[in-house]
């Protein structure tokens, strides 16, 4: 018997009886409600994962889900990135994935590519930002998106991070790996931790 991976925390893997879509229009369904343990959940869906589902589900069919939760106020909030369709209907049959799911980039770093910023270190900020990334392996927890004028010529290079609309202008490669340390240090893996 092959070892299984166990979950880290903010991970979910919970198995139920599908009672339909949260959403009038399941064309345009994102969200689920699943019975587990007599108690309905709602759950998010990947969007790669609802357009396979929503012609395919039927309430009564018994799913398994894994994701991953977060916690927001008062409330948990779930997201689905895989789900499988169950053929018994008895407790923890739902298996758990050979390699767990990526969760989607914490972090978005919104980088000019304007002209007027590129003349000025624009280029070579986002080859050290790339480096950064790889460096300190944050490549799946970051997005790097290129983005049209952000009004601050004068101060290029320029990027914001997401979320919290940090903007960062004249910036050197040498200050990017604290600058990400800033943003990312509650996100980064710890040894030992899976």
Known sequence: MADTPSLPP??????GTFLGFVEDNPAKAKTIRLEVDGEVL??????EVRRVLRSRLQP?????????????????????????TLL?????SCPLPATLPTP????????CRKSG??????????????????????QTQVE?????????????????????HHRYSRVQPSQLPAILDRHLAPAKPHPGSV
């Not at 709602?42 to 969007?47: H, N, P, V």
């Not at 909030?77 to 789900?83: D, E, F, I, M």
């Not at 018994?88 to 923890?92: A, E, I």
């Open 10 to 15: 903010w991970m979910f893997n919970l198995d």
């Open 42 to 47: 709602t759950i998010k869906l990947r969007k």
């Open 60 to 84: 009564g069919d018994y799913l398994c889900c894994i994701g991953r939760s977060k916690f927001d106020g008062d409330t948990i909030k779930l997201k689905a990135y895989q789900v499988f």
């Open 88 to 92: 018994t209907s008895l407790p923890n």
């Open 104 to 111: 989607p980039p914490t972090l978005k770093i919104q980088v």
């Open 117 to 138: 910023c590129q003349k000025r270190g624009g280029q070579q900020l986002v080859v050290a930002l790339e480096q950064a990334l790889r460096d300190l392996n944050l």
């Open 144 to 164: 790097i998106q290129y983005t049209g004028c952000q009004k601050h010529c004068s101060d290029a290079p320029t990027f914001t991070v997401l979320p919290g």
